[in-house]
């Protein structure tokens, strides 16, 4: 991978532009897991074992929430953001690497765009970006369905095969590849995946691939 190789830099936000070990993901599932019990008036067993089914047929639990229970989108966004954020650091060194690439570059995510902004604050990130696509933009629908990825790629104006797509969520990367995308599986080595086809490359850590990139320029 070329510094020059691409027009567009997409990334995904959480596990991404920072590592799993801050936790902050698993204080999201926790909230989610406390809603549905709310929410539904069931106990938390069911409530995890719905939590994962929704999120496996749909990709995420809400839209498995909104098509089997009509909640509010918006109240169940409001409630599983109100996560701890003080473990996450600011990375400077991103920051520099993400300013210093050239192209577009753009956030995809399925969580909210308050949530973007408050972990790129956090991250020092909040300027690097030239927009932040999140699940309300898409209409509720997520990633990985298609329909997520032609309002993106629509919204933006990105031509496909031109993108860079980051993402530590395999199944994310699928529909990114059918539409022409360069993929970047960001996850620990033990979770490398090769011989996957909608796989390209592989990162154990955004910063320092990326600081990698910056140096073949």
């Known amino acids: 991978m070329g510094r020059f190789s691409f027009n567009y830099w997409i990334f995904d936000l959480d596990n991404t532009l920072y590592p799993p070990s ?4 698993k204080q999201v599932g926790q909230r989610i897991r406390s809603f549905i019990q709310q929410y539904l008036d069931v106990d938390m067993i069911i409530a995890a074992r719905l939590q994962e089914e929704y999120k496996k047929k749909y990709g995420t639990s809400l839209r498995g929430l909104m098509l089997h229970h ?3 989108a918006d109240e169940f966004l409001e409630y599983v953001h109100q996560v701890d954020l003080a473990a996450l ?3 400077q060194e991103l920051a520099y690497i993400i300013r210093e690439i050239p192209g577009n570059k753009y956030i995809f995510t399925n969580s909210t765009i308050k949530h973007a902004n408050n972990v790129l604050a956090k ?4 300027d690097c970006f030239d927009g932040i696509f999140d699940v309300r933009c898409a209409g509720y ?3 990985p369905q298609d329909e997520a990825y032609q309002e993106f790629i629509r919204h933006y104006g990105i031509k496909a095969e031109e993108a860079i797509f980051f993402e530590d969520t395999a199944i994310n990367l ?4 059918a539409f022409g995308m360069t993929t970047v599986l960001v996850a620990p080595e033990s979770s490398r995946q090769n011989l996957i086809p909608y796989i390209h490359y592989h990162m154990s850590d955004v910063t320092d691939g990326l600081k990698q990139i910056l140096n073949q320029g």
Do not use: F, G, Y
């Not at 801050?22 to 993901?25: G, I, K, Q, R, Y």
């Open 89 to 91: 650091e600011t990375n």
């Open 22 to 25: 801050s936790l902050v993901m």
């Open 141 to 143: 629908i997520p990633k």
């Open 70 to 72: 009509q909640i509010s």
């Open 174 to 177: 699928i529909p990114a590849a």
């Open 123 to 126: 991250l020092d990130l909040n």
